[in-house]
């Protein structure tokens, strides 16, 4: 059975090979945002055969093909996600580098208006907030307990 990824890449007409199939696997399993190493060290321990060159390759040609989109939360390193329908944002903690994900309707009916107002439909837009955990809330799981107008998602 495909992952949700390697349906994405049937679907663009992309050729899946054993390989592929692996990477497209872990994508889909991810619950981070893994940059190339991580995907390739992920990927290697299902098939050894699978070099950093070709995950590498593999990201680029499913970046290519609208499946991933590239994020950069800081760190020196691109980190990716499966490209998904529906609007969602990110939080990065600029000690941990972890990222939450989270929703806000409010916020994209806003961006909407704002783009219409303005004479334009919007296409697309990102909303990436850097922060720092407040004193008061460092003992908080923020996956745990996300705030109440978000969608609750949240990948570590």
Known sequence: ME????RMCIERGLKMTGQRRVIARVLS???DHPDVEELYRRAAQL???ISVATVYRTVRL???KGILERRDFGGGRA???ATEEGDHYHLIDVETGKVIEFEDKEHAELIRRIARDLGFDLVSHRLELFARRRPADAGKDTAATPPARTGGRSKR
């Open 29 to 31: 399993e991810a619950q």
């Open 79 to 81: 980190r990716y996600e």
């Open 3 to 6: 992952s949700r990824i390697g």
């Open 62 to 64: 499913l970046e290519e």
């Open 47 to 49: 098939d050894s055969r």
